[in-house]
């Protein structure tokens, strides 16, 4: 690439999602052991999960979202989309949603994450701007738990950018996308106590399952055993978030238990 071409390159205003992937940095111990075979064997499990998270994702964000970019590196994930593209913010979240549910489901994986918009360049070479700072800023430094957090900023400029439209069809559109968001049990966006909105990947994946009345509840007692089964005290806090989102579930299904229901 000519430095001419370097010269031409200029931000755009996009949205933008960091993402990182929670326990790789452990799988990845896993493959530096004094036994070669059980590192062989590591290492092709961890080539195996990297390879099918990334598969997965890129079917969720390509089938939903148009003009879509993604990047991985190491643990990290990033994923934008032009600020102005329509329903893009509520087709980014259901994707997420849909990667989130299902690569705990499939694999037992946790991400955390943030979303934002900004300044941005995202190229196959470059990747960097404003907006990827602030990203990794939430992912990093605020979205703490197992939770793709929405930068309070991004919602703010979509309720303002409602106000300010004239357009009926436009006005329409947009309420439209936001009532996705946030109305309704099964509301893609949930508020949390830290006043951060996260994608609701624990509850609101059940109306996406093919056979919610039998996946549902597998998939509440799978997330409900990371916090039985865990024994590390830097994780401790991370699981009894996702405990505390899912009671009510997990004391209906007990109530079934108690009762012969099942």
């Known amino acids: 690439m000519s430095e001419d071409t370097l010269v031409n390159f200029e931000y755009e205003e996009r949205i933008i999602a960091f993402i990182d992937i929670l326990g790789f940095k452990a799988l990845i111990e896993e493959t530096n052991t004094n036994s070669q ?35 991985s590196f190491s643990d990290c994930l990033v994923i934008s989309l032009p600020v102005n593209q329509k329903d893009g913010l509520f087709d980014l979240a259901l994707a ?17 994450g943030g979303i934002t918009h900004g300044k941005l360049i995202h190229q196959d070479d470059f990747l960097f701007g404003p907006a990827m700072n602030r990203a990794y800023e939430l992912e990093s430094q605020f979205a703490k738990n197992p939770r793709i957090i929405i930068d309070p900023d991004l919602l703010n400029a979509k309720f303002q950018y409602l106000k300010n439209q004239t357009d009926p069809e436009e006005i329409d559109e947009l309420k439209n996308e936001l009532e996705s968001l946030f109305e309704g049990d099964f509301s893609i966006l949930k508020h949390d106590q830290d006043d951060y909105y996260y994608i609701d990947y624990l509850i609101t994946f059940q109306a996406e399952m093919d056979d919610p009345e039998i996946d549902f509840p597998k998939y509440i007692r799978q997330l409900e055993s990371l916090e ?23 004391n209906y299904l007990d109530s079934l238990s108690l009762d012969g229901s099942t």
């Open 37 to 71: 075979e059980n590192n062989n064997e590591a290492i092709a499990k961890l080539i195996s999960i990297y390879r099918n998270i990334k598969r997965l994702l890129l079917k969720q964000v390509e089938e939903l979202i148009e003009e879509v970019k993604v990047t």
């Open 96 to 112: 997420l949603l849909h990667f989130q549910g299902e690569i705990f489901n499939k694999f037992n994986v946790l991400i955390r």
């Open 228 to 250: 039985l089964s865990n024994n590390e005290p830097s994780l401790a806090s991370k699981f009894a978030w996702i405990t505390e989102k899912i009671t009510h579930q997990i």
